[in-house]
């Protein structure tokens, strides 16, 4: 109990008291008179405790009201955050899922791709004399010649076609640029050129590499 509450109920009681001792003072000299006099003041202390008690019940209930409206609100609100999240969730599996399937479809188009330079990178070894297929460009054999994964003896071979394959697009080119576009040295194209040449894949003039089968 508070010290306002303290002195509240002070006088309560104080003026209840007085009020009972008033009346008893004031009724007749008889035991049933002086009950009857004391009982109203009695009666309106108990009145007014059981006001009391209810009004402190009804603002506690009150309370209470106030705070389950605001828990059931917060609760809606994270409802709605959670929805939100949802939602969201959703939307990042959509785009993982499209995202996957892109990657797939790269990874097939480069699968394929690989292939095709196999193929063709076949074809033309087995036939080391004849011009290369005019399907695999030069851009194609410099991504082969640059893949890690083959043997020193396919990329040399690798190499050899692709000198053909230049040579054949550029018969007039310096030699400089045909190595550097096998990645190789120059002493090494010349001497690939002297081999091509006693094979007859190719022949040097004073003009530059003419491959055989290439028109003059």
């Known amino acids: 109990m508070g010290e306002r509450a303290l002195y509240q109920w002070s006088l309560v009681v104080l003026f209840t008291g007085a009020s009972i001792a008033f009346n008893i003072a004031h009724a007749p000299e008889n035991l ?31 309370r209470a009201v106030k ?34 399937e892109d990657l797939e479809d790269l990874e097939r188009k480069l699968e394929e791709r690989h292939q095709k330079l196999e193929r063709g990178l076949e074809r033309n070894l087995e036939e080391p004399g004849q011009k290369l297929e005019q399907s695999l460009e030069l851009g194609q054999i410099q991504d082969l010649l640059n893949q890690a994964n083959l043997s020193r003896r396919e990329k040399a071979e690798l190499a050899t076609q692709a000198l053909l394959k230049f ?3 550029k018969p007039e080119a310096p030699q400089a640029e045909a190595a550097e576009f096998v990645n190789r040295s120059p002493s090494w194209v010349s001497k690939t050129l002297a081999e091509l040449e006693e094979t007859g894949a190719v022949k040097r003039n004073g003009g530059g590499v003419l491959v055989s089968g290439r028109e003059a």
Do not use: C
């Not at 402190?56 to 209930?61: D, F, I, P, Y």
């Open 32 to 62: 049933l008179a002086r009950v009857v006099g004391a009982t109203p003041p009695v009666a309106l202390a108990l009145a007014f405790e059981l006001l009391m008690g209810q009004l402190k019940s009804e603002v506690k209930r009150g």
């Open 67 to 100: 705070s389950l409206a605001k828990l059931e609100e917060q609760g809606r609100r994270l409802e709605r955050k959670l929805e939100q999240m949802r939602n969201a969730k959703g939307r990042l599996e959509e785009q993982r899922h499209e995202l996957e």
């Open 167 to 169: 040579y054949d697009e």
